[in-house]
């Protein structure tokens, strides 16, 4: 009886004293450095795994950084310049601080504005009614309204206004990485300076037809006429196709060009209201407050 | 029991309801709206400029590459702008605007072109004339017909098919031309064999077409290098590899051509097309467009100068009616919905469809239920379900794997899904984006 007891542990730690040893030597033997920095740098990331940065994940940027001998043109939008800062203090590099960017959709062609030509029943999805045909509306340069850029936001930071049918950046929660940009087919989405207070000016039409055409597709389209061109202190637009777009490198977001606008089609958000002495930039204002308070 | 593709195809209704109507010649269209990219491969490039007189037949767009092919201008008259115009998918593509001059008498003239049976014209002239007549396969493909004739070395040919299949439903252009233009398609199939040195062809007829049978039997009666065989009617049998396999029981290799088996095939229309560039050294300028629908007046047959705007054909057929809703370039399975009317005829259109409102649905899209019909249908053996899968979970390297890219779009699979999936609409997503990740010429 207390033969069989003894056997039985004696058997068991000898297996197990075995096991153990193996392991150890194995474990030695297949070796592999790792370097404690870049699991560091990792928890400073914030682990957004969003592809924003370039690289396939956190992790994998992590090892970009402690890697690299010069990061300074490595950069995570989501974390910005504070998590680019912690990063280089953590690894004794330079970082170049940048200027946060926002998502803005250019376009403004609502269901209203842009009436719908053609009804259309396949999957509701921009990648593929994109690839079929030119969009219910004859304007084959908006916004094709099936979402893929909210589909592909990580941080619920876009939405599709249903009144509109067009998606809307909430811009506190819009961290810049750049994943609506690359699922929109007609690349309406453009990420832009996100300046103090999140002031922007941009042209919101994409439309290369010219005038007529485009205005007749859709009552809000840049017609390329160059009034705003004209009024610009900075030279920051350029018209090129009949479209004008609006160098956020030059503008100094003076908002000269938007009460000029015959098609109200250059966007401005976040700005106060116009001053009282000029009554009819004061009602373009109005109008423009609106786009303000949704994209706010 | 007649012969046929082995693997899948379905057997839609025929509504041939234009089979039994000659073709009429369309009334000349004041301006003819002319694509510079007709074809599938390079753009051609426009050599007129805006004010210039174009007699009919002159080439107004010069072939841009080996892949690509001439354009000649439909009419005589003036080009009086170098424009866009939306294409069948709407978008907008570069095009020569052409104001037809009524006066012409080039424009006027359609006399009857009598038949030329003897074959005076040496082989590399005669493919030299076709790659200058900006002929392409007028099936549908528009691939250019004088890159499928031109061998590589180590190729050998030794069968010339004829597709006279016409498997779209609704579709009648080649039956009709089979059975008015018989003896110049036959002319124009010894003129290819010559061209080519191919010892024998065979006409490839679905049995829906007897009097088209008939005619091809009565001509090639003593005559054993060409024969005229009757296929059960099974769509798409107009498919290349499935054609080839019907007919000589020869599997085109999975991402080959027909050449690799030794095979060419070309349409009927194609044929004829290539019979009045050689006999009479007419360019491309016209082709037969079925304009149909069960509801429209007069569907017809048309002989339609490139260019015309489809508006003008809906007109002559009798007018657009009542509750249209849908608007096919093509036929039902493979065609595609019209934006609009101003979109012109080009080498590939073969029909235009009026679909009324009750027919145009396509139905609630609902889940899988994995019933295999899609598998079962798929005449090139794929599994459409887990190829629209894949591709909306974005694993283009398993469809790859899966080949998605051997995909004929032929539609079956969406047509037979009990779930009203769209199948087909996510497998053609997934081929463009499988097409960017593979290289060129991939490994073999």
């Not at chain 1, 950084?65 to 330079?94: H, Q, R, T, W, Y």
């Given at each position: 009886m207390?033969?069989?007891?003894?056997?039985?542990?004696l058997?068991?730690a000898g297996?197990?004293?075995?096991?153990a040893?193996?392991?150890y030597?194995v474990?030695?033997?297949f070796?592999?450095?790792?370097?404690p920095?870049?699991?560091?740098?990792?928890?400073?990331l914030?682990?957004?795994?969003?592809a924003?940065?370039?690289s396939?994940?956190c992790r994998?940027?992590a090892?970009?950084?402690?890697?690299?001998?010069?990061?300074?043109?490595?950069?995570?939008?989501?974390?910005g310049?504070e998590?680019?800062?912690l990063?280089?203090?953590?690894?004794?590099?330079?970082?170049?601080e940048?200027?946060?960017?926002?998502?803005?959709?250019?376009?403004?062609?609502s269901?209203?504005?842009?009436?719908?030509?053609?009804?259309?029943?396949?999957p509701?999805t921009?990648?593929?009614?994109?690839?079929?045909?030119?969009g219910?509306?004859?304007?084959?340069?908006?916004?094709?309204g099936?979402?893929?850029?909210?589909?592909?936001?990580?941080?619920d930071?876009?939405?599709?206004?249903?009144?509109?049918g067009?998606?809307?950046?909430?811009t506190?929660?819009?961290?810049?990485?750049g994943?609506?940009?690359e699922?929109?087919p007609?690349?309406?989405?453009?990420?832009?300076?996100?300046?103090k207070?999140?002031?922007?000016?941009y042209?919101g039409c994409?439309?290369e037809?010219?005038?007529?055409?485009?205005?007749?597709?859709c009552?809000?389209?840049c017609?390329?006429?160059?009034?705003?061109?004209?009024?610009?202190?900075?030279?920051?637009i350029?018209?090129e196709?009949?479209?004008?777009?609006?160098d956020?490198?030059?503008?100094?977001?003076?908002?000269?060009?938007?009460?000029v606008?015959p098609?109200?089609?250059?966007?401005e958000?976040?700005f106060?209201?116009?001053?009282e002495?000029?009554?009819?930039a004061?009602t373009?204002?109005?109008?423009?407050?609106?786009?303000?308070?949704?994209?706010? | 029991?007649l012969?046929?593709?082995?693997?899948?195809?379905?057997?839609?209704?025929?509504?041939k309801?234009?089979?039994?109507?000659?073709?009429?010649?369309?009334?000349?269209p004041?301006?003819?709206?002319v694509?510079?990219?007709q074809?599938?491969?390079?753009?051609?490039?426009?050599v007129?400029?805006?004010?210039?007189?174009?007699?009919?037949?002159q080439?107004?767009?010069?072939?841009?590459?080996?892949?690509?092919s001439?354009i000649?201008a439909?009419?005589?008259?003036?080009?009086t702008?170098?424009d866009?115009?939306?294409d069948?998918?709407?978008?907008k593509?570069q095009?020569?605007?052409?104001?037809t001059d009524?006066?012409?008498?080039?424009?006027?003239e359609?006399?009857?072109?009598?038949?030329?049976?003897e074959?005076?014209?040496?082989?590399?002239?005669i493919?030299e004339?076709?790659?200058?007549?900006?002929?392409?396969?007028?099936?549908g493909?528009?691939?250019?017909?004088h890159v499928?004739?031109h061998?590589?070395?180590?190729?050998?040919?030794?069968?010339?098919i004829?597709?006279?299949?016409?498997?779209?439903?609704?579709?009648?252009?080649?039956?009709?031309?089979?059975?008015?233009?018989?003896?110049?398609i036959?002319?124009?199939?010894?003129?290819?064999?010559?061209?080519l040195?191919?010892?024998?062809?065979i006409?490839?007829?679905?049995?829906?077409k007897?009097?088209?049978?008939?005619?091809?039997?009565?001509?090639?009666?003593g005559?054993?290098?060409i024969?005229?065989?009757?296929?059960?009617v099974?769509?798409?049998?107009?498919?290349?590899?499935q054609?080839?396999r019907?007919?000589?029981?020869?599997?085109v290799?999975k991402?080959?051509?027909?050449?690799?088996?030794?095979?060419?095939?070309?349409?009927?229309?194609?044929?004829?097309?290539?019979?009045?560039?050689v006999?009479?050294?007419?360019?491309?300028?016209?082709r037969?467009?079925?304009v149909?629908g069960?509801?429209?007046?007069n569907p017809s047959?048309?002989?339609?100068?490139?260019?015309?705007?489809v508006?003008?054909?809906?007109?002559?057929?009798?007018g657009?009616?009542?509750?249209t809703?849908?608007?096919?370039?093509?036929g039902?399975?493979?065609?595609?919905?019209l934006?609009?009317?101003?979109?012109?005829?080009?080498k590939?259109?073969?029909g235009?469809?009026?679909i009324?409102?009750d027919?145009?649905?396509?139905?609630?899209?609902?889940?899988?239920?994995r019933?295999?019909?899609?598998v079962?249908v798929c005449?090139?053996?794929?599994?459409?379900?887990?190829?629209?899968?894949?591709?909306?979970k974005?694993?283009?390297?398993?469809?790859?794997?899966?080949?998605?890219?051997?995909?004929?779009?032929?539609?079956?699979?969406s047509?037979?899904?009990?779930?009203?999936r769209?199948?087909?609409?996510?497998?053609?997503?997934?081929?463009?984006?499988?097409?960017?990740?593979?290289?060129?010429n991939?490994?073999?």
């Amino acid at each position: 009886m207390t033969d069989s007891i003894l056997n039985s542990v004696l058997l068991l730690a000898g297996l197990g004293t075995l096991a153990a040893l193996i392991l150890y030597l194995v474990s030695k033997r297949f070796y592999v450095f790792d370097d404690p920095m870049i699991g560091r740098v990792e928890e400073l990331l914030p682990a957004a795994n969003c592809a924003g940065c370039g690289s396939p994940g956190c992790r994998a940027f992590a090892e970009k950084l402690v890697k690299s001998e010069d990061i300074s043109d490595l950069f995570c939008p989501v974390g910005g310049n504070e998590v680019m800062k912690l990063v280089a203090e953590a690894l004794g590099k330079e970082v170049v601080e940048k200027d946060p960017t926002v998502a803005v959709v250019r376009c403004q062609g609502s269901c209203e504005v842009r009436p719908k030509t053609t009804v259309y029943q396949g999957p509701r999805t921009c990648a593929i009614s994109a690839l079929i045909y030119s969009g219910e509306t004859d304007c084959q340069y908006g916004c094709l309204g099936d979402g893929d850029c909210v589909a592909a936001c990580k941080f619920d930071a876009m939405y599709m206004d249903e009144a509109t049918g067009l998606p809307v950046v909430i811009t506190d929660k819009c961290t810049s990485c750049g994943m609506c940009v690359e699922a929109c087919p007609r690349d309406i989405i453009e990420m832009r300076p996100k300046k103090k207070r999140d002031l922007k000016i941009y042209v919101g039409c994409l439309n290369e037809e010219k005038g007529g055409i485009a205005k007749r597709a859709c009552s809000v389209a840049c017609i390329g006429c160059s009034k705003c061109l004209d009024v610009c202190p900075k030279e920051a637009i350029v018209i090129e196709n009949n479209l004008a777009y609006i160098d956020p490198a030059y503008c100094t977001l003076c908002r000269k060009c938007v009460p000029v606008c015959p098609t109200h089609s250059i966007i401005e958000t976040n700005f106060p209201p116009r001053k009282e002495k000029n009554p009819v930039a004061d009602t373009l204002a109005g109008d423009q407050g609106v786009k303000s308070g949704s994209d706010a | 029991m007649l012969r046929t593709f082995p693997k899948g195809g379905i057997h839609p209704p025929e509504n041939k309801l234009t089979s039994g109507r000659p073709i009429r010649r369309l009334p000349l269209p004041k301006e003819v709206y002319v694509p510079v990219s007709q074809h599938i491969g390079i753009p051609a490039e426009i050599v007129v400029d805006r004010k210039d007189k174009v007699q009919r037949g002159q080439v107004i767009a010069k072939s841009g590459g080996f892949v690509s092919s001439n354009i000649h201008a439909p009419v005589s008259g003036t080009v009086t702008k170098l424009d866009k115009i939306i294409d069948t998918r709407g978008y907008k593509k570069q095009c020569i605007v052409i104001r037809t001059d009524p006066r012409d008498p080039s424009n006027l003239e359609e006399a009857n072109y009598p038949l030329i049976d003897e074959i005076t014209t040496e082989p590399s002239e005669i493919l030299e004339r076709i790659s200058q007549s900006g002929i392409v396969g007028l099936g549908g493909a528009t691939f250019p017909s004088h890159v499928k004739l031109h061998l590589r070395e180590g190729q050998h040919l030794d069968c010339l098919i004829i597709n006279g299949v016409e498997c779209e439903p609704y579709l009648t252009a080649d039956h009709r031309l089979m059975l008015e233009k018989g003896p110049e398609i036959l002319v124009g199939i010894r003129i290819l064999m010559h061209a080519l040195g191919v010892p024998r062809a065979i006409i490839g007829i679905e049995n829906n077409k007897r009097d088209a049978i008939a005619i091809f039997g009565e001509l090639t009666r003593g005559n054993p290098d060409i024969r005229v065989a009757a296929l059960q009617v099974k769509y798409p049998q107009g498919g290349e590899k499935q054609l080839v396999r019907a007919l000589l029981n020869r599997e085109v290799p999975k991402n080959g051509l027909p050449l690799d088996v030794g095979v060419v095939v070309h349409n009927v229309g194609t044929i004829f097309a290539i019979y009045q560039a050689v006999q009479h050294n007419r360019p491309l300028t016209e082709r037969v467009v079925t304009v149909t629908g069960k509801r429209l007046a007069n569907p017809s047959n048309f002989w339609v100068r490139i260019g015309t705007p489809v508006a003008d054909l809906i007109a002559a057929a009798g007018g657009l009616p009542e509750g249209t809703r849908k608007i096919v370039s093509g036929g039902p399975m493979m065609g595609k919905a019209l934006k609009s009317t101003d979109v012109p005829v080009t080498k590939g259109t073969s029909g235009i469809l009026i679909i009324p409102e009750d027919e145009a649905s396509r139905g609630e899209p609902a889940a899988c239920i994995r019933c295999g019909e899609c598998v079962s249908v798929c005449p090139m053996g794929l599994e459409p379900h887990l190829l629209m899968n894949l591709t909306e979970k974005s694993m283009f390297k398993r469809a790859a794997a899966e080949d998605i890219l051997t995909c004929i779009e032929c539609g079956s699979c969406s047509y037979v899904c009990p779930s009203h999936r769209p199948l087909l609409d996510y497998i053609r997503f997934g081929k463009s984006i499988t097409k960017q990740l593979e290289p060129k010429n991939p490994a073999p």
